[in-house]
């Protein structure tokens, strides 16, 4: 099986900073793209930013200049640098990834979610 475990979330002012990291584990042969999405209260889940595993990466337009992807690729592990951080940033954050396991198979998983406060 494969296991996406998130940290790094929590409350912080606005303006604040965060960092999140997601750590894929088990049986894994690659791992393809990752990335994170959010869901706010009583709204859909949607795309904060997402890299292949070459580097190329893809956002939200609310988030340019203020986040950040990246990932390690020796530690299967994504990374979400957030800055400048709004009360409308508020929301479970969700690591997300398309794994090969070592079997063959090809298929996407989630984390469990993390949760990013932000207070005005």
């Known amino acids: 099986q494969v296991q996406l475990v998130e940290s790094g979330g929590g409350l912080v002012q606005a303006g604040g900073s965060l960092r999140l990291s997601c750590a894929a584990s088990?049986?894994?042969?690659?791992?393809?793209?990752m990335g994170w999405y959010r869901q706010a209260p009583g709204k859909q889940r949607d795309l904060v930013e997402r890299?292949?595993?070459?580097?190329?990466?893809n956002y939200e337009d609310s988030v340019k200049g203020r986040f950040t992807i990246s990932r390690d690729n020796a530690k299967n592990t994504v990374y979400l640098q957030m800055s400048s951080l709004k009360p409308e940033d508020t929301a479970v954050y969700y690591c997300?990834?398309?794994?090969?396991?070592?079997?063959?198979?090809?298929?996407?998983?989630w984390g469990q979610g993390t949760q990013v406060t932000v207070s005005s």
């Open positions: 088990g049986y894994i042969f690659s791992i393809n793209d």
């Open positions: 890299i292949t595993s070459g580097g190329s990466t």
């Open positions: 997300n990834a398309d794994v090969t396991a070592a079997w063959g198979r090809r298929a996407t998983y």
